[in-house]
């Protein structure tokens, strides 16, 4: 029975190991946040955006990078990659490219900017993306949920964060405790104060 069990553990972890793999580097932890209106995802190589925005019909990209801070583990971009993934996208006839670069806790002109895009219509669907995949474009996918779905703050932060032991959107950090005090726009004009104050 013990040896059942050790083997069992074995394949479940070489699974997980697998499907690790082809997440990062195949799927670019690309995720559907609203089916035919939000995705996000990490970075996904120049010469394949093409096939995803083909895909799921993608109008616009939100790309969150940018060398806004010394976190070159959270934050580890350069504009060489951003100008790549831009003149990338300008080949794509129709697809709009906006870059927001933001640090994983938005700032509020960080906000301003991505209202305007998911304010507009004409924008979906949109692809929302950081380097990595699981910081800024979760939080963003959050404030998007909250600002445009309804969601509850708490609800959304829960989607952010993934199953895991520990997540960076837990209570106590400092991204868990952004989408736990953010105010919507519809709320802060009742409150009269911004979400990034």
């Known amino acids: 029975m013990k040896k059942k069990i ?9 699974a997980a190991g697998a499907y690790k793999i082809y ?6 932890r690309f995720m559907t946040i609203t089916e035919g ?8 190589p120049p010469e394949k955006i093409e096939d995803y925005v083909e895909k799921y019909k993608i109008k616009s990209i939100v790309d969150l990078r940018g060398p806004v ?22 080949q794509i006839p129709g697809l709009n490219y906006y870059n927001i670069p933001s640090e ?22 949109i692809l929302i993306h950081c380097y ?18 309804g969601f509850s703050n708490e609800d959304a932060r829960g989607k952010a964060a ?13 991204k868990g405790e952004f989408l ?8 802060s004009v009742a409150l009269g104060k911004t979400s990034a104050e």
Not at 6 to 14: E, L, P, Q, T, Y
Not at 37 to 44: D, L, Q
Not at 132 to 149: C, L, N, P, V
Not at 162 to 174: K, L
Request: aromatic letters at 14%; hydrophobic letters at 35%; a neutral charge.
């Open 6 to 14: 050790i083997i069992a553990v074995a394949i479940i972890a070489v």
């Open 23 to 28: 997440d990062v580097y195949f799927n670019y």
């Open 37 to 44: 209106k939000v995705y996000k995802s990490g970075v996904i």
């Open 69 to 90: 801070t010394q976190d070159k583990i959270n934050n580890p971009e350069s504009w060489t990659e951003i100008n790549a993934e831009k003149e990338a996208t300008s």
């Open 104 to 125: 994983q806790v938005p700032k509020k002109h960080n906000l301003d900017k991505f209202y305007k895009v998911i304010d507009n219509p004409d924008n979906y669907p």
């Open 132 to 149: 990595h995949g699981i910081g800024r474009a979760q939080m963003y996918s959050a404030i998007y949920r909250i600002e445009k779905e």
């Open 162 to 174: 993934f199953p895991v032991i520990f997540s960076s959107f837990d209570d106590g950090t400092p």
């Open 180 to 187: 736990k005090s953010y105010v919507s726009r519809k709320d």
